[in-house]
């Protein structure tokens, strides 16, 4: 088995019997990264928060999960507990590298806080980032190099938004409406078709490996997304 599998299965079984008493905790904190959440929150923040900032955190959201599926399928890594299975019990089949749940949380969080402009506000975001990417290596979901992988593309995204927001959104405002709207859908566009030639491109999947078993499942829940 490769050394950084085998560090990662051995830190989250280190967790797991060392601290036993924070696996409810760990559950609730990693609910608080699922898409359902963040479907509960978005229409609080458009109606009661901010409508921009809202539209903003959704455009974010669905580039982040098409990066997200199209890596999954490129990496096609395993989660821990496909392969010591006493170290979890999720019910998810995608494939594992790189965290979904941290990709989320980090451009929602970074996100809030870049809005709100305090200084406390990125510390706040930091902690839940971290204990984001803590609770899903806890329970055996994922490796910790699918967390930190995670945490990077987003900080990426979000950078490349902060670019565009200061040098193009005052002329992007300026355009007619129906310009805008081409421009808006030129991106999910784009990026669904770099996603289909990347499946395209990548080939079969390498069965020759512990998990193999599992890789259809993984295959079917990727194209699905």
Known sequence: MEPILQFGLDLTRWLQQTYPQLRGLMELLSQLGTVEFYLLVLPLLYWSVNKRTSIYLLNLFLITATINGFCKQFFRGP??????????TG?????????????????????????????WAYLVAAIAILLMALSRIYLGAHFIHDTILGFLLSALLFIAFLVW????EAGFRKRILGRRLLYALMVPAGLTAVYLIG??????????????????TAEREGIDD
């Not at 491109?201 to 078993?213: H, K």
Request: proline share 8%; hydrophobic share 35%; net charge positive.
């Open 79 to 88: 989660r821990p507990f496909w392969l010591e299975s006493t170290l979890g």
């Open 199 to 216: 499946l395209l491109i990548i080939g079969q999947p390498n069965s020759n490996v512990p998990w193999a078993d599992l890789i259809p």
């Open 165 to 168: 927001q200061r040098r193009y």
């Open 91 to 119: 019910d998810d089949g995608r494939y594992g590298i790189p965290s979904g749940h941290v990709q989320m949380s980090t451009i929602f969080y970074t996100y809030l806080a870049y809005w709100s402009g305090k200084g």
